[in-house]
């Protein structure tokens, strides 16, 4: 059981905490990469970098288009999409395996 990321999960808050943040890093921001502005966010929440990039991929958004050309839908989509992956991920981490 990976009990640091389980606490960083639950110290990040909900999926509207990850929204806050990703709008916060667009408005100081604009000009940076959507890939820059995200791993901003990563750092600052310490969300797990795989569901960033995961989300970005499932979201087909371009990591490389300006940071501010991102509608406020598609933040909230980014912040929710991220945020139900980390938790994927988390409760994988913590899940005992089924190998016997």
Known sequence: ???E?????LAAGDAERLVEALTEQQFLNPHQSVDEG???VVIQLGVC???ARYAI???RIDPLVSFG???RTELMQL?????RLWRQS?????????RG
């Open 57 to 59: 991929e499932t979201l």
């Open 49 to 51: 970098p795989g569901a």
């Open 38 to 40: 995200i791993a901003a």
């Open 90 to 98: 988390v409760v994988e981490e913590s899940t005992p395996s089924q």
């Open 69 to 71: 050309r991102l509608r």
């Open 5 to 9: 990321g389980y606490r960083r999960f």
């Open 79 to 83: 912040g929710r999409t991220m945020h």
């Open 1 to 3: 059981m990976d009990n």
